[in-house]
């Protein structure tokens, strides 16, 4: 399966591996207990991140990953965004320092 990011009009494909999607609960569910405590989004703290939110938040990391050249991480990420929100094809990262201007489609 393979998920576009697009950061600052530029689209980079990344292909997940079906076993990925399925072996990955585990990484998942750390992911969610870290954000169950809260998260500061950009200027704004968020008690309890929405399914939304929270892509939003991992979508910050996949900008991370990218600028680190971390391909596991970059397949983790896009892997966790597509358990959380089935059918995503592109997340357009916003890079204006508001997360929440992250979009999906």
């Known amino acids: 399966m393979i998920l576009n990011i697009r950061i600052e009009d530029q689209n980079y494909p990344v292909e997940v591996p079906d076993n990925i999607i399925s072996e990955a609960g585990d990484f998942f569910a750390r992911l969610d207990q870290d954000m169950d405590k809260g998260w500061?989004?950009?200027r704004s703290w968020v008690e309890q991140p929405d399914n939304e939110q929270r892509c939003q938040i991992i979508?910050?990391?996949i900008l991370g990953a990218f600028e680190q050249e971390n391909k596991k991480?970059?397949?983790?990420?896009a892997a966790y965004i597509m358990t959380k929100m089935p059918g995503v094809k592109l997340v357009d990262i916003s890079t204006s320092g508001e997360m929440q201007e992250t979009s999906f489609q």
């Open 59 to 61: 979508a910050d990391r």
């Open 73 to 77: 991480s970059l397949v983790m990420y």
């Open 40 to 42: 500061q989004m950009s």
